[in-house]
T-cell receptor
């Protein structure tokens, strides 16, 4: 079983829509979680960290559910510029590496 | 100023050749990484160095040899290149081992023909 699993999508949504992605992880002792964004043929860049209590940054909300071992990303009022691949990242308790999901592709259409 | 820079950006080479990719970070970070992203876009860690010391060596063929001359540099040398080595290789750095974000270089797109 992979350490981190994501639905590859693509999610095709109209501008202004709300869209949510989930990401499941297998190691219950995982400590830290992030969402990264990767544009086509570019490097991954941090979108936001995921805190236990959940956190929000503008139109983006990240949640952690430790009991069910998943993290989620909610994007409200989608913009064309949100089109990208969203990667979830999990760091295990010994902090020695980043485990990336394979990414969920989002296409926001006019 | 680019935080994490890697060269070259594109590399096309024949099977059997030996090639190197260089990476430098100017963020003062202690930890650096090499990741491989295959055609299915899956990012997989290859190596991790902390203060010039190797701390992670995933199941990577020994044709791949990293070298960290100082904590700001982490190079990747690949011997006897194979078709299956074609991928995008990303260098990254983070402040230290721990729950710190990773900053990525722009990637090196390696094509073995």
């Amino acid at each position: 079983r992979k350490e981190v699993e994501q639905d590859p999508g693509p999610f095709n949504v109209p501008e202004g829509a709300t869209v949510a992605f989930n990401c499941t992880y297998s190691n219950s002792a995982s400590q830290s979680f992030f969402w990264y964004r990767q544009d086509c043929r570019k490097e991954p860049k941090l979108l936001m960290s995921v805190y236990s209590s959940g956190n929000e940054d503008g139109r983006f909300t990240a949640q952690l559910n430790r009991a069910s071992q998943y993290i989620s990303l909610l994007i409200r009022d989608s913009k064309l510029s949100d089109s990208a691949t969203y990667l979830c990242v999990v760091i295990p308790y010994n902090f020695n590496k980043f485990y990336f999901g394979s990414g969920t592709k989002l296409n926001v259409k006019p | 100023d680019t935080a994490v820079s890697q060269t070259p950006k594109y590399l096309v080479t024949q099977m059997g050749n030996d090639k190197s990719i260089k990476c430098e970070q100017n963020l003062g970070h202690d930890t650096m990484y090499w990741y491989k992203q295959d055609s299915k876009k899956f990012l997989k860690i290859m190596f991790s160095y902390n203060n010039k010391e190797l701390i992670i060596n995933e199941t990577v063929p020994n044709r791949f040899s990293p070298k960290s001359p100082d904590k700001a540099h982490l190079n990747l040398h690949i011997n006897s290149l194979e078709l299956g080595d074609s991928a995008v290789y990303f260098c990254a750095s983070s402040q230290d081992i721990g729950p710190y974000q990773a900053f990525f270089g722009q990637g090196t797109r390696l094509t073995v023909v």
